[in-house]
């Protein structure tokens, strides 16, 4: 078993509508970022590359590299997978926390799981997508952006 963690954040602004782990979620704003700014799949794909040791999601996926411009960040965890695939790994379970003081994230939450469930190859039973705020405080509690923090287990070859 390998096991990887995490983090990102991106700050509120721009014009996109907001996604999160795949599913959009209605608010009057979304995230800034270089991709669709789906700061809960960057999390994700940062935990996958720890546990492989395959570096980051900045190093794997430039912001400065134009072809990355707006893309849904599905791909990017997409083509994680598939190199972790390569290398004969698999995921046992992902937990996933987002921190947001809005919006609420309660009623995304299922299809969430359903979408990362999906992308992992992973069931749904072993997929957690949880959400908190920081009672006000800090930069999500003043609603400057959102941040989501991710483990992940991995394991070699593909059964369960
Ligand atoms: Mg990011």
């Known amino acids: 078993m390998l096991i990887g ?29 270089h991709s669709d700014g789906d700061v809960a799949i960057h999390a994700l794909c940062d935990a996958l590359l720890g546990a492989a040791g395959l570096g980051d999601i900045g190093h794997h996926f430039p912001d400065t590299d134009a072809a990355y411009a707006g893309i849904d960040s599905r791909i990017l965890l997409g083509r994680v997978m598939a190199s972790l695939a390569e290398r004969g790994l698999a995921v046992h379970n992902a937990d996933l926390t987002l921190v947001a003081q809005r919006p609420k994230l309660a009623p995304h939450i299922s299809a969430m799981v359903q979408v990362l469930a999906s992308d992992l190859n992973c069931p749904a039973e072993r997929v957690s997508v949880k959400a908190t705020t920081m009672e006000r405080m800090g930069f999500t509690g003043r609603g400057e952006g959102i941040a989501a923090f991710a483990v992940v287990l991995l394991r070699e070859g593909s059964e369960d």
């Open 5 to 33: 963690q995490g983090i990102d954040a991106h700050r509120f602004g721009g014009d996109r509508p907001l996604v999160l782990a795949g599913v959009q979620v209605p608010h009057d704003q979304g995230l800034e970022a």
